[in-house]
């Protein structure tokens, strides 16, 4: 049972109460303060002061000083007024009890309140940093770009000064060979201009000498006769322009209408394949064909400069895309260079346009299976790439060494060991 403290001191304003309560010893880590608008508790075992205040008190406000083994309260009234006594008069047990119970429910309201208010302080805290965080990282994200666009144009002006550079070059080379060629036809006109002039020369000469001969008419007649030989004829240059022929036979063999019809339908396919792809204005007729692109992919495939075949082929494929070779090949390619998802697009594609299954494209068809067969069992997909072999096997049952390879990736399958 605590022990109620009863020599405390009190003074009053019409704005504020002033408590005086002495610790009688006790630590001030032990002292325990409750209070509200109502009640004031004060608990430092083994005594306790109580008061059930006479008028409501700004509890939020007020102050409490703990110094000198003395707890001073400093309360500030809410109603501005003088009060008759501290606490209550003639208040039971029941109503004290009231009091203290309902001074706990408003004590924890307000704990709740501003545990709340604090957790939503929180809340909009992380909000605005997360914010924050958000735009700090979008700019980062836009300067990034921006530098990107900075580098893509430089290196565009780059390209377009070393475009420009090249034109010129040409261009000088071009005046050049005009030159030269212009003092080569000078040269050459110069040399027929003195050997016309000494023919004529001679021929004066030999005149000269036969109305000698004629009018003396000595016994060398005969001799100058055989001397008036003709003078040499002039030189010059017979220049011979052939008949442009797309086609390897002679025109005499050719069905002309037909040839200017087949080149016609050529050249309207490739221009509307070309509109919307500005890369083709610098290539020349003969690159703008698939064939011949398909062609120099499988020259440099065979030089093992696979990134430039990979160049050719997609410049192909850009041309017309309904050629299964150009994804074969291309698929080759992707295999030399281990990029295997790429290998089974190539390979798949082909596999579509070579439809449908027949006699004349079964060998590209075998060799689809094989090349995304062997992208799968790179990857360590063996059941996928199995199923290319067995395809292909089907293809052509009597191949050893697709029956071989097969046979390994079975035991790869069923976990046998392979023996080399």
């Known amino acids: 049972m605590p022990l109620q403290v009863s020599d405390y001191t009190w003074q009053q304003t019409k704005t504020a109460v002033v408590i005086s309560v002495p610790l009688r010893g006790v630590s001030i880590r032990d002292a325990d303060v409750f209070c509200t608008e109502n009640y004031l508790k004060v608990n430092f075992p083994p005594f306790l002061f109580e ?50 119970e309902k001074s706990i429910l408003q004590a924890q309201e307000r704990a709740k309140e501003a545990a709340e208010a604090k957790a939503a302080t929180r809340r909009e805290d992380q909000k605005y940093a997360l914010n924050v965080m958000m735009q700090i990282e979008e700019e980062e994200r836009k300067k990034i770009e921006d530098m990107k666009e900075n580098e893509r144009m430089k290196a565009t002006k780059e390209l377009e000064a070393w475009r420009e550079c090249q034109r010129r070059a040409e261009e000088q080379k071009r005046i050049q060979r005009e030159k030269k060629s212009c003092e080569q036809e000078k040269q050459i006109e110069g040399e027929r201009r003195k050997l016309n002039h000494k023919s004529h020369t001679r021929i004066s000469a030999s005149r000269n000498l036969a109305t000698k001969g004629r009018l003396s008419e000595n016994i060398f007649s005969e001799k100058l006769k055989e001397n008036s030989i003709p003078a040499p004829r002039s030189v010059g240059n017979i220049k011979i322009n052939f008949t442009p022929r797309v086609f390897p036979t002679a025109l005499r063999e050719s069905q002309v209408a037909d040839e200017e019809e087949w080149l016609h339908k050529q050249a309207e396919a490739r221009r509307a394949l070309n509109t919307d792809i500005p890369e083709f204005s610098d290539l020349k007729e003969e690159e703008k064909n698939p064939e011949w692109l398909k062609d120099k992919g499988n020259k440099l495939f065979a030089t093992e400069n696979y990134l430039a075949a990979i160049n050719a082929y997609n410049l192909a494929i850009r041309l017309n895309n309904k050629i299964p070779l150009l994804y074969l090949n291309r698929a080759a390619c992707h295999l030399k260079l281990k990029n295997l998802h790429k290998a089974i697009e190539d ?72 023996k080399s």
Not at 52 to 73: C, Q, R, V, W
Not at 79 to 92: G, K, N, P, Q, R
Not at 350 to 367: C, H, I, Q, S, W
Not at 388 to 398: G, M, N, R, T, V
């Open 347 to 418: 390979s798949s594609k082909a596999l579509e346009l070579f439809t449908p299954p027949v006699a004349d494209n079964a060998n590209g068809r075998m060799k689809a299976h094989l090349r995304r067969g062997t992208a799968f069992c790179q990857l360590e997909l063996y059941v996928e790439g199995l199923q290319d072999y067995e395809a292909a096997l089907k293809i052509d049952p009597s191949n050893e060494v697709v029956q071989n390879d097969a046979e390994k990736i079975r035991n790869i399958i069923q976990g046998t060991d392979l």
């Open 51 to 100: 008061v059930f205040l006479y008028a409501p008190i700004d509890d939020e406000n007020s102050k409490a000083k703990i110094g000198n083994d003395t707890i001073i309260f400093t309360l500030y009234k809410k109603e501005v007024a003088m009060w008759e006594t501290l606490s209550v008069a003639d208040v039971d047990k029941k109503m004290m009890q009231s009091i203290r």
